[in-house]
């Protein structure tokens, strides 16, 4: 049974929707999956349809330690369709930091929990929740992975370097190996900052960041709406796609056996190495870049000129616009930079969050 979390400590950067698509994905393929919602705000339950003010018991009956192992987690488990379970969340589980204080042992509660279910599951996917802290502790110490998503954004890859930390800490306390891959999403190739964004994570971070890149995709907001998974609403949509080509990539991954004979920690501190090396200069980079478009933009027949550039000899802008749907027209490059203009303060408030202390995890440390 492999446990899989997905998690960063930035919100919206596509992690519940990963952990319901990945999960579905994989059942869809014939592995048995029960995906854990860990996050008290409880997405991934609303997710599939299932509202948490209906429950009886969620994952917090079966981990608190008022309930003293009362209730196990198989007492609480959701058929959601074939080899697709969901062990839900509701919000009583935000009392969960505050009941662990103090308490022995309490970074282990999750996995305690999950032991029972070893022979059961191919797949476990827990949902972790976008903050520092207990549950998050418990997330990470019951998975042996972490896929981390990133959207198009330096505050994402922030996110990336704090989880980073949390990884190296529970090797060095407990000697709990992770490992750790980063997953591109919301990746919108229409605009010029994205590619850019793309082209240099994947030269930065080579095998530790998936080949598999989540596009963005109307239909993975409207079926969060209606409580299905992408495949379930739209088997041609582009994320039910990228999340079928994910799952392939992660099941390939166990059977080519890619981490074997890896130091995990190693690895962890290169991914965190190379992000903070990353957010370092991609301030200024990227001031550059937007910089240099800016100047390109004096007239309309040049603006017309660098996007025919963009197309191969086969290739009209017509063609291109075919592939957008109607919700999804192409961005304008002129209104894209206008937002990330050189005069912004955008990269001082990176710097700032790059360079903040880590004084949060002090009281965490002393409980490992």
Known sequence: MRVIASANQKGGCGKTTT???????????????LLIDFDPQAHATMGLNVKPSDLEKTIYDVITPKKNWLWGIEDILLPIKDN??????????????????????????????????????????IDCPPSIGHLSFNALRACDEVIIPIDMSLF???????????????????????????????????????RVVLEKVQAE??????????????????????????????KNAIGHMDYENLAEEVIRAEEARTYQNLNTSNVAQDILQKTEEYIDTAAEFFEDEL?????????????????????????????????????????????EFSAYSS????????????????DSFQNDEDGI
């Open 291 to 335: 910089a240099g478009a800016e100047m390109e933009e004096f007239s309309e027949d040049e603006v017309a000129d660098s996007e025919m550039v963009e197309f191969s000899e086969d290739e009209s802008p017509a063609s291109e616009m075919v592939e957008f749907s109607e919700d999804e027209s192409p961005t304008s490059e002129i209104e």
């Open 84 to 125: 697709f379970d969901l062990a839900p969340s509701s919000l009583i589980l935000s009392a969960f930091e505050q009941e662990l204080s103090g308490l022995e042992r309490r970074e282990h509660r999750l996995f305690q929990a999950i032991q029972p279910l070893k022979d059961q599951y191919d797949f476990i996917v």
């Open 205 to 234: 971070f080579g095998n530790n960041v998936f080949d598999t890149v989540i596009r963005y995709n109307i239909r993975l907001r409207e079926t969060a709406d209606l409580g299905l998974p992408v495949g379930d609403y739209d």
């Open 343 to 358: 005069q912004s303060n955008y990269s001082q408030m990176v710097e700032a969050i790059a360079i903040r202390s880590t």
């Open 19 to 33: 952990a319901i698509n990945l999960s579905s994905s994989l059942s869809q393929k014939g592995q048995k999956v």
């Open 156 to 194: 994402s890859l922030r996110g990336v370097a704090k989880l980073i930390e949390i990884i190296i800490m529970l090797k060095e306390k407990i000697g709990h190996d992770i490992k750790s891959r980063a997953l591109v999403t919301m990746y919108d190739r229409r605009t010029r900052y994205s």
